[in-house]
């Protein structure tokens, strides 16, 4: 397993750039928008992890995700979003959770993505290594249970 990233939600996507990049000196590695989505996904690295350049991407980052005219007033809770961990297999690694008495709120249906929630009730992300594995049962009609 190797850690990938931690997701906060922002406001204000241009603000909250120049808290982290500007005064605390990240570096912006990665940018993804989806016009369907109505979001912007901004991955920084710290300043060290973004010298080793191609591998700054590879690096633990920190993921803002800014929701398009989203008017949802997240609280103080809400901010944090979610930790993001690639495993070697994920039907694996969701069948042992399972196993072990941990409830899959988003199976990966995909073979790419799945949610589970830690004890305290942080989301965590486990995105399959490399290419997603092709759909298979019982992740492919297993539906979503609470949220994450």
């Known amino acids: 397993m190797k850690y990938l990233h931690t997701m906060l939600r922002v406001r204000d996507l241009d ?9 605390l000196g990240m570096k912006e590695v990665r940018r993804h928008s989806s016009e369907a ?7 920084l690295a710290a300043p060290d992890d973004e010298a080793r ?25 809400r901010f944090f979003g979610h930790l993001a961990f690639e495993v070697d297999d994920i039907y694996e690694t969701c069948a042992r959770l399972q196993a072990a ?5 988003r ?18 992300e486990l995105l ?15 539906p979503n249970t609470g949220h994450w």
């Open 107 to 124: 199976p990966p249906r995909d073979g790419r993505m799945a949610f589970v929630r830690s004890p305290d009730r942080q989301s965590v």
């Open 53 to 77: 350049g191609a591998a700054a991407e590879r690096a633990p980052l920190v993921e803002l995700t800014y929701n398009w005219g989203s008017e949802e007033d997240y609280g103080e809770a």
């Open 37 to 43: 989505g109505k979001f912007t996904l901004v991955f």
């Open 101 to 105: 008495g941990v409830t899959i709120n």
């Open 128 to 142: 399959q290594k490399g290419e997603a594995k092709a759909p298979a049962e019982p992740w492919l009609s297993m």
């Open 15 to 23: 603000a909250a750039l120049d808290f982290y990049c500007t005064k």
